[in-house]
């Protein structure tokens, strides 16, 4: 029998910040990216990370694998790669035979919990489509059989400093990742110090072993995850505000948001989605819970608003070399625009 209610919710809790607090032990000046990813794993959402090269996204993902538990696995974006290369590779086999291996999205099974893409940018459309396809199906037919993998969570990195022979992803495509998170070098100079002098940043894998294994049981985060999502409640004036931001999106003028750098009015092509509007509550419901609540709050929505809403925005051509910046400015202008509603709800025990 499954213990009650209020004893799950506290359990998960304590483990989601006991996960967060170890990857916090490792990596260094994260903090903020950190809870965000701990936010989309109990909320099921993909993510796409928005760094630079060696700034640990690499190191910062086996850590939460390890702690979320079960395999994984990785593939670099390039521009010879083709979709038939996530599923199998071929290799020479001790008898000078080739022979056919699983690749990396089918090697571990239902057992796979983190697959990161690096550099998703640089592959083909053709791998993009299969594997959001895979994203949102959670299933792959190959060999001749079924491959599930239920538990999947897809961290994808775009380099977008170099454009060479990349492939951008469309806003279409993009719209189905749950978050981007930046990823960025620390700002703090003792910090920084401490990456370049402190020899043990320099071991990846021995700073990765540190986290506790299975601190989360990854095969349970979908079923607590569903029963997190339906304990959360909103009210009518959280739910109407959240139309506002919503509509603000679309037309930040009509509610009197403005911008420094541009014309408000002549910025926006398209808002953000019906999709991402529920991946915005989905992530908001988790930071209550993170929060030891069991109501939403404008906060909630706050916490996760920029990296929930910013990269489904599609700017008017003129404007989208400058997506980055002129998205921080709107949504930030966008939540301080907006009249707060204020709510009294009782906290959770
Ligand atoms: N904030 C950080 N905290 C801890 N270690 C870090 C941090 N930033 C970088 N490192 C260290 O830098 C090295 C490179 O990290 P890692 O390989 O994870 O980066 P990456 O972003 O995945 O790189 P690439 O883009 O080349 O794949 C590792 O030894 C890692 O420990």
């Known amino acids: 029998m499954s213990a009650p209610l209020d004893i799950q919710l506290a359990d998960w809790r304590n483990h989601a910040l006991n996960l967060e607090k170890q990857v916090n032990q490792v990596i260094v000046g994260q903090s903020k990216a950190i809870r965000l990813m701990n936010i989309a794993i109990f909320a099921r959402g993909h993510v796409l990370l928005d760094g630079g090269v060696g700034v640990g996204k690499t190191t910062l993902l086996q850590s939460i694998a390890r702690g979320i538990g079960g395999a994984y696995e990785r593939i ?12 199998y590779h071929t290799f020479l086999g001790p008898d000078g035979r080739p022979q056919i291996d699983e690749g990396p999205l089918l090697r571990a099974g239902e057992n796979l919990s983190v697959f990161f893409f ?4 640089r592959a083909r459309p053709q791998v993009h489509a299969l594997m959001l396809r895979v994203m949102a199906e959670r299933h792959i037919s190959a060999f001749k059989k079924e491959y599930r993998m239920p538990h999947m969570i897809v961290f994808a990195d775009r380099n977008q400093v170099e454009k060479n022979e990349t492939f951008e992803i469309p806003s279409a495509a993009r719209d189905r990742f749950m978050m981007e998170i930046p990823i960025e070098i620390p700002s703090d100079r003792e910090l920084k110090k401490s990456l370049v002098f402190n020899t043990k940043f320099q071991h990846a894998e021995k700073l990765t072993q540190q986290v506790e294994s299975d601190i989360l049981k990854f095969d349970q985060l979908n079923a607590f995850s569903d029963l997190l999502q339906n304990h959360i409640k909103s009210s009518d004036v959280l739910e109407e505000y959240t139309m506002d931001l919503w509509d603000a999106t679309q ?4 509610f009197g948001v403005t911008m420094d750098s541009v014309d408000v009015g002549r910025v926006i092509q398209t808002g953000a989605s019906p999709r991402g509007m529920g991946m915005l509550m989905k992530a908001a419901r988790v930071n209550a819970w993170l929060n030891g609540r069991d109501s939403l709050y404008p906060e909630d929505i706050h916490a996760v ?20 910046a002129l998205a921080r400015e709107l949504t930030t202008n966008i939540i301080r625009t907006l009249a707060v509603p204020s709510l009294t709800f009782s906290k959770a025990a």
């Open 118 to 121: 690096n550099e998703i940018n």
């Open 251 to 254: 037309s930040p003028e009509k």
């Open 76 to 87: 670099e974006g390039t521009v010879d790669l083709m979709p038939n290369d996530l599923i």
């Open 305 to 324: 608003f920029h990296e929930v809403i910013s990269h489904r925005l599609v700017f008017n051509a003129a404007y989208e070399n400058r997506r980055t």
